[in-house]
């Protein structure tokens, strides 16, 4: 059983430039949320999704931010107008169900803007 | 503002002796706590996790943890380290106990040596 998959691994953005993050989750997994480490912090919760529903968004930005995970296919992190403090390594996970389950990460997606 | 510290950022033990990493957060409340362990290319795995009841808490590979409550700490130990134990560590807690929205220290990375 495949783990969770993300890419790309690495993703080089120039600043204005629109950055797409796909996550696989483990099968049968319906849940996956996405956590971003900014160099020399730790991992900080983003967003949990549901398969078409967005439960709770209250860590993503504001503004350029956004997130969705379709009936089928991967969920995306879709990051508009890149600028360089978007570069981060971002994680997701996923769960077999939602709270009380461990989630399972991926190797994440590390993002440079330049 | 709540916060998880991982006061070492990198441990160089050598092979058959033991490690700790320390973890302190700052909460008012006990949060629930986890340590996850990510080998270089691969995701976070998580190795335990302290929810309530015995505060000592043991986990795979030979891990283990001790929650105080005094101290607000959850130290990761492992009483003989192996070569594959070299990774980077990550302690985390969930402040809300919604088990989703985890919130992460920087990470420890631990070197061992022949």
């Known amino acids: 059983n495949a783990g969770v998959m993300q890419n790309p691994r690495h993703l080089v953005r120039r600043r204005g430039q629109e950055a797409r993050l796909r996550c696989s989750p483990m099968?049968?997994?319906?849940?996956v949320y996405w956590y971003r480490q900014l160099p020399e912090e730790g991992l900080k919760f983003m967003v949990y999704?549901?398969?078409?529903?967005?439960?709770?968004e209250s860590g993503m930005p504001k503004e350029r931010f956004s997130a969705e995970f379709p009936k089928e296919g991967p969920s995306i992190l879709r990051i508009q107008q890149v600028v360089r403090g978007d570069s981060a390594a971002y994680f997701c996970?996923?769960?077999?169900?939602?709270?009380?389950?461990?989630?399972?990460f991926g190797p994440g997606t590390r993002l440079t803007v330049t | 503002a709540q916060s998880v510290t991982q006061p070492d950022i990198h441990i160089t033990v050598s092979e058959g002796a033991s490690l700790e990493l320390r973890c302190n957060y700052s909460y008012g409340a006990t949060p629930y706590l986890f340590w996850y362990v990510q080998s270089p290319g691969q995701g976070l795995q998580l190795l335990l996790k302290?929810?309530?009841?015995?505060?000592l808490v043991q986990g795979i590979k030979g891990f283990e943890a001790e929650f105080k409550r005094s101290q607000s700490s959850f130290n990761l130990r492992k009483p003989s380290v192996h070569w594959s134990d070299a990774a980077e560590y990550f302690c985390?807690?969930?402040?809300?106990?919604?088990?989703?929205?985890?919130?992460f220290g920087a990470g420890t990375t631990v070197t061992v040596r022949a």
């Open positions: 099968k049968g997994h319906s849940h």
């Open positions: 996970a996923s769960s077999l169900s939602g709270s009380g389950n461990e989630q399972y």
């Open positions: 985390a807690v969930d402040t809300l106990h919604n088990d989703y929205k985890l919130s």
């Open positions: 302290y929810f309530s009841g015995d505060t």
């Open positions: 999704l549901q398969k078409e529903n967005i439960i709770d």
